[in-house]
């Protein structure tokens, strides 16, 4: 189960898997709502709870069990979500450079200091106090070229209140399960620092590290794929 960050959708994961569907696994990408082919369904009603409940819902429905939760970026705030509340269908989390939510915290809580103030300046300038607006290509470094174009084409706001509201959680980030923790550092995304440090500091934490840039899914998903079909 792979669940996108900011900003994308399904979509981003479809190279990686089709390499690991390509090699015998079963892979489900959910959109979350008000977000790539969902992104007509963009509202300020949006919160962290509906991304929760939209990744929920498809293991619900299509009655998966022993899953690899992946999640990126701020797909981390869904899957914490998630191991948290259907903790006996998931075998391992897989955070791919991802945010780190423990109970009571926001996606804004987790973000280095002033960073939140700066994102919601934004919201209110140019995303109509509903979503944070898609920042510009030199925002993601991902080389130049075809790949880049397909990314940017598909990015779109991003509803801010996912980022406003709490996650709800009964046991800590993890709920207790096998984790991995992928730190992409080639460059270091700055807002995600704070939830390395918090991935480094957890007991019986995988913490890893590839010099890859944060959304590496794009120009290499074969390193991806690689990294996913080797976690037990």
Known sequence: MLVHGAYGGGWIWHDVAAALRGQGHRVFTPTQTGLGERSHLLSRQITV????????????????????????????????????????????????????????????????????????????????????????????????????DWFHQRLRPHPIGTYESPVRLGKPAGAGLPVTYVAYTNPALAAIEPSRQRAKAKAGWQYREMAVPHDVQVPHPEKVAELLAGVG
């Open 49 to 148: 709870d509906t991304h929760i409940d939209d990744v929920a819902s498809l293991i619900a429905f299509e009655d998966l069990r022993d899953i690899v939760l992946v999640g990126h970026s701020y797909g981390g705030m869904a899957v914490t979500g998630v191991a948290d509340r259907l903790t006996d269908r998931i075998r391992h989390i897989v955070y791919l450079d991802a945010l780190i939510p423990e109970n009571g915290d926001t996606a804004f809580t987790i973000l280095p200091a002033g960073m939140a103030d700066a994102r919601r300046k934004a919201v209110l300038e140019q995303g109509a106090g509903v979503a944070l607006p898609v920042p510009g290509p030199e925002a993601f470094p991902i080389p130049a070229g075809p790949a880049k």
